[in-house]
C-alpha cells in the first residue's frame, strides 16, 4: 500500500548552512551530490543540495563530515578547517516532511527515524527509495530529523533544484573557527 507523503513549505528567506571544504570552487553546487550520491539521492541520480536548517547542526554534522579524518574538530588548526556557508533558496519551495511523527509514519519509516530501533542510522538505500519518490512527484526535497542530534531534534534538508537556474544564493561564508568555536 503507497501512502501519501506529508508536504510542507519551506520557509521563504530561511538561512540553511551548508559545511564544505574551503578548496571548493563552488559550495553550493548541487552536481557534486548528484554523482556521488547521498543519503536521500543515489549516486547519478539528480542534483541535491544538502544543507542544515541551523549553526547547531550544522555542528553536529561537522564530525559526518570529517570522518574518517585523523583528527577531531578540536585539534583542526583555525586556517584549515571547514567553512560554513549561509544561504537561501528560491520562494515557495513544496518539500516532503520527515521530521514529524506525521510526516516520519505516511513515508513508511520507523517512528525512531532517522536511527533503526536498536539505534543503528538507517541505511541510504532505504532513504533513496523515499528521495527518488519525492523527486518523481515533483516536491523540491526532504526535511528530515538529524541523526547527529541528541532525540533527533537538529533538521537537515535534502534540497532538489526544479532546474539549472534554480540556485541557492550565497548570503555569508563563516571561517572555521567563527562558526565551529564561536
Same mark, same amino acid.
Given at each position: 500500500?503507497?501512502?501519501?507523503l ?12 551548508r559545511? @564544505? ?5 563552488? %559550495?553550493?553546487?548541487? /552536481? ?7 543519503r536521500?539521492n543515489? %549516486?547519478?541520480?539528480?542534483p !541535491?543540495?544538502?544543507?542544515n536548517?541551523? /549553526? ?7 564530525r !559526518?563530515?570529517?570522518?574518517g579524518? &585523523?583528527?577531531e574538530? *578540536?585539534e583542526? /588548526? ?9 544561504? !537561501? ?5 513544496? $518539500?516532503?516532511?520527515m ?10 519509516? %520507523? ?25 518523481? *512527484?515533483?516536491?523540491r ?5 538529524? @541523526?547527529?542530534?541528541?532525540a @533527533?531534534?537538529?533538521?537537515?534538508? @535534502? ?7 534554480? $540556485?541557492?544564493?550565497r $548570503?555569508a561564508?563563516? &571561517? ?7
Open positions: 500500500m503507497t501512502r501519501d506529508i508536504v510542507e513549505r519551506l520557509p521563504d528567506d530561511h538561512s540553511w548552512w559545511i @564544505a571544504d574551503p578548496t571548493w570552487s563552488d %559550495p553550493l553546487d548541487p /552536481r557534486f551530490a548528484q554523482r556521488r550520491g547521498g536521500w543515489p %549516486p547519478d541520480s539528480f !541535491t543540495l544538502y544543507l536548517e541551523d /549553526r547547531v547542526t550544522a555542528r553536529l554534522n561537522l !559526518t563530515f570529517i570522518d579524518w &585523523p583528527y574538530p *578540536e583542526l /588548526r583555525e586556517d584549515n578547517g571547514p567553512i560554513l556557508v549561509e544561504c !537561501t533558496l528560491p520562494g515557495r519551495q513544496l $518539500v516532503c516532511d521530521h514529524t511523527r506525521e510526516g516520519v509514519r505516511a513515508a513508511g519509516m %520507523p517512528a525512531s527515524c532517522p536511527l533503526e530501533s536498536d539505534g543503528a542510522v538507517i541505511g541510504h538505500d532505504r532513504r533513496q527509495v523515499i528521495g527518488k519518490r519525492v523527486k518523481t *512527484e515533483g516536491l526535497g526532504v526535511r528530515a530529523r538529524s @541523526a547527529q542530534s541528541g @533527533a531534534r537538529g533538521r537537515e534538508l @535534502a534540497w532538489f533544484p526544479a532546474s539549472v537556474r534554480s $540556485v541557492a544564493r $548570503v561564508t563563516l &571561517p572555521f573557527p567563527v562558526w565551529f568555536r564561536g
